[in-house]
Structure formats: C-alpha cells, structure tokens
C-alpha cells in the first residue's frame, strides 16, 4: 500500500505562514508590556512557533492506519522522556501505542544570530539523539523495536545564513566540507551525518524567508535532507507499526 504524504506541501506552507506570524505576535506583545527581550529572544520565548509542523506529523499518523496511537504534544511531564547521561529529556512530539515508543521528535528553528547559536544547535542534537539511544541501549523503553527519532529545523532565508563563513583552527585542519560553507549548509551536513552515524532515523533542514509571512514559502538545501524525504520516513514507520 503506498504512503499517504497527507497533502504535506500545502500544510507545511500553513505551517511556515504560522510560524512567522507567531514569532512578529510574540515581539509585538513583549514590546507592549516592556519585557526586556522584546528583541529576537522574545519572538522565541513567546510560544511554540514550530506547531504548525507538529499538527503536519500528526496528520501523517492518522493518514497511515496508526489509529490506536497515543499522540502527545502538550504539557511537560507528558512530553519527558528518561535518558541515560541525565535523568530527562523534553521532546516537541512523542508517539506512543500500548506502551511502547513509536516516535520522539525534536523542531527547532534559527533566525538570525547564526554564527551564535550553529554550535548550540549541533551539540544539542548529538547529544539528545546520544542520551536517547543509549537509554533505548539499556532498556529504559522496555523491550520494543526501535522508535522513530527525527530532528526537523527551519532556518531563516537570508544572506547571513546562505553566506559563505570561514573557520580556522590553530593545531589542525578544519575538515574540508566545511571549509566556506555557508550556515544553511553547515545544517545540510549535520542533517546528512545525523542520519549516517544512526543518530537520527530521519533529519531535514528546510529554509524559509521572513517574508514567508505572506505566503508560507520555503526551500529544501538538499534531496536527503529535505522535507519530503523526512515526510516519507515518517509515514513509512507509522505504517509499518499500524501493520504489526
């Protein structure tokens, strides 16, 4: 039986429309109440900006036959999950069915502030995805076929994402991919060696300009890590777990 995308184009473009106009939402209310990071920091600590997305993978489960699912994307202890090298971790969307871990994902985004926050955002995947797995390792989530783990992020379109960017290192020499490669690609290979070293079961990289507000809008960087292959990842594991 083939997949059931769930028509995944057109709600994602919803969801990127959401996703702009909740970040202007969040600053325009904490510039009226005075907070003091009423900057780029209060559009991202105004709320989940990232839930249109949630709402696309949630469709995806119900289109693929995983009728009894237990989904959870609300509410903190809900969404905790135990991990190995610290007690918990919070994820943006869990999936469960009797018992079972069927899927955590994890979304984030970058506006602005790249050369900032790049190395945040890759030692927080390595090591959420490493934590997990050796939870998963040491039967922290019983005894159950591997769960599907992703990582999904959306980036600001802009010239100081897509800018190329050098690096130097004193002792040795930084690896060639990355030697001028522009923020936006710099995801592209994290998403790419995420899959590879079996840290994530799928991981995608999608980049959308602010103006996106309008139209919902967005771009791949790459076939392996775009949003359709994560899509189809996605929706083949929920269909083969409907079939057990």
């Known amino acids: 039986m083939a997949l059931n995308l769930a028509d995944y184009q057109k709600k994602a473009k919803k969801a990127v429309k959401a996703f702009w106009a909740n970040r202007d939402a969040a600053q325009i209310k904490q510039l009226g109440i005075g907070k003091t990071d009423a900057g780029s920091r209060g559009a991202v600590t105004g709320g989940k900006n990232?839930?249109?997305?949630?709402?696309?993978?949630?469709?995806?489960?119900?289109a693929n036959g995983l009728k009894d699912a237990e989904i959870v994307r609300d509410?903190?202890?809900?969404?905790?999950?135990?991990?190995?090298?610290r007690p918990t971790k919070m994820?943006?969307?869990?999936?469960?069915?009797?018992?079972?871990?069927?899927?955590?994902?994890?979304?984030?985004?970058?506006?602005?502030?790249?050369?900032?926050?790049?190395?945040?955002?890759?030692?927080?995947?390595?090591?959420?995805?490493?934590?997990?797995?050796?939870?998963?390792?040491?039967?922290?989530?019983?005894?159950?076929?591997?769960?599907?783990?992703?990582?999904?992020?959306?980036?600001?379109?802009?010239?100081g994402s897509r800018s190329p960017v050098m690096d130097r290192s004193l002792h040795f020499p930084v690896r060639p991919e990355f030697q001028g490669a522009s923020y936006l690609e710099r995801y592209n290979l994290l998403c790419k060696k995420l899959v590879q070293e079996q840290l994530y079961t799928s991981a995608a990289v999608i980049a959308s300009p602010k103006i996106?507000?309008?139209?919902?809008?967005?771009?791949?960087?790459?076939?392996?890590?775009?949003?359709?292959?994560f899509v189809a990842s996605f929706a083949g594991h929920i269909a083969a777990e409907a079939a057990r």
């Open 212 to 229: 996106a507000i309008h139209t919902g809008v967005f771009s791949d960087v790459s076939e392996m890590t775009s949003l359709k292959n």
């Open 50 to 62: 990232m839930d249109g997305f949630v709402s696309l993978l949630i469709e995806l489960i119900k």
């Open 75 to 85: 509410g903190r202890i809900q969404l905790t999950l135990p991990g190995y090298f």
């Open 91 to 159: 994820w943006d969307l869990l999936v469960l069915r009797k018992n079972r871990l069927i899927g955590a994902i994890e979304l984030k985004s970058q506006v602005g502030s790249f050369g900032n926050n790049f190395n945040n955002r890759t030692e927080e995947a390595i090591g959420t995805a490493h934590d997990l797995w050796t939870a998963y390792r040491e039967g922290s989530f019983g005894d159950a076929p591997r769960p599907f783990v992703g990582w999904l992020m959306l980036v600001e379109d802009a010239p």
